[in-house]
């Protein structure tokens, strides 16, 4: 099943397939005032703030020692040694580069997930399962594919164990719930992808992290050669990593900020589906429409192609909660 819509109204395809599509919101709403409210990511709107590259730095190709420094960083963060982290240039192209390095003929995903997990193993010509997460254990696979908390529900799976499987586990949104973290048991064939952009609101730096056991760590490192991150994305990363205590305060911020978005989406006539302090799912008998009410309104929320009634609300800038509520109580019909 797919999101339907009245034949007068824009078509929806152009964000079916994943949030940020600004650019395609102002082709099919140009009506829309601007500046235009983007919650159709899962991206913290209140970024770390702290250094960034140097003039000097962007005029030279990263050193390996500052990659070394961004990965130390990083792996502090994490709770394991250096020697198992890789940077890559977002999560999104090490889960697009894994399903050929790994050489896996079969995966099976737990689902409903982010979809490019499925995409990245059937470019690779493997066989994809997607199943539901309790039916994991009794599908015959090469790999394993969960995202831990989910994307988009905020299912939260535990007893993690690869056996003799590959399990690759997709812990992109894991700041907002790090009791979920299994980095620090990644070996043997349990790999764990981490991203920077999300939790840290930096998304554009693309940054990201495999973690594995050494060996297999380095073969990842090497698919993305010597300068697999920008100047940017060492900078950022290597100071936001150490800064323990904003991290602890952004945590707790987010969660307050997640039950007024819950409310708030609940007096407007949202059931709450589940998700992370740094997005909600919700559902309505009527998502294609507010859908389009709201992006009259020039805000932007993420609908599914596969689930009609499903909406993801990303959490608002502080100046921008007013507007919000306006733009709810406007597309209720």
């Not at 030279?60 to 990659?67: F, G, T, V, Y």
């Not at 539901?132 to 989910?150: T, W």
């Not at 790090?178 to 554009?204: D, M, N, Q, T």
Request: net charge neutral.
């Amino acid at each position: 099943m797919s999101v339907s819509a009245p034949s007068s109204d824009p078509n929806l395809e152009d964000f079916l397939r994943h949030g940020g599509r600004l650019a395609a919101a102002r082709r099919a709403f140009p009506d829309a005032p601007a500046p235009w409210l983007d919650l159709s990511t899962g991206i913290n709107p209140r970024p770390w703030k702290g250094a960034r590259a140097t003039a000097a730095s962007l005029t030279r190709l990263p050193d390996p020692d500052e990659i070394a420094a961004l990965e130390a960083a990083a792996a502090a963060a994490f709770g394991v040694t250096p020697d198992r982290v890789a940077a890559v240039p977002g999560a999104e192209a090490a889960l697009r580069a894994l399903p050929r390095l790994l050489g896996a003929r079969s995966v099976a995903i737990a689902s409903p997930t982010y979809g490019a997990h499925a995409e990245a193993w059937r470019l690779a010509g493997a066989k994809v399962q997607c199943v539901a997460p309790g039916e994991l254990a009794s599908v015959a696979s090469e790999a394993v594919v969960v995202v831990n908390p989910n994307n988009p529900d905020g299912a939260r799976h535990d007893d993690l164990e690869p056996g003799d499987r590959w399990l690759i586990v997709d812990e992109s949104f894991v700041e907002t719930a790090p009791e979920l973290s299994v980095a620090a048991r990644a070996g043997h064939r349990l790999i764990v992808l981490r991203s920077f952009g999300k939790f840290y609101g930096l998304a554009g730096v693309r940054l990201g992290f495999v973690i594995a056991e050494p060996g297999l760590a380095a073969r990842i490192g090497a698919q993305f050669g010597d300068w697999p991150v920008s100047a940017e994305a060492i900078a950022a990363g290597t100071a936001a990593y150490a800064d323990s205590a904003w991290r602890e305060r952004t945590a707790a911020r987010l969660t307050k900020d997640a039950a007024r978005l819950d409310a708030m989406l609940t007096r407007a006539g949202f059931e709450i589906l589940g998700g992370t302090s740094l997005f909600r799912l919700a559902a309505t008998p009527d998502a294609a429409h507010r859908f389009i009410d709201l992006a009259r309104g020039g805000v932007l929320t993420r609908p599914f192609p596969d689930q009609p009634t499903w909406l993801r609300f990303g959490l608002p800038k502080p100046k921008d909660w007013p507007r919000l509520q306006a733009a709810l109580e406007g597309s209720r019909r």
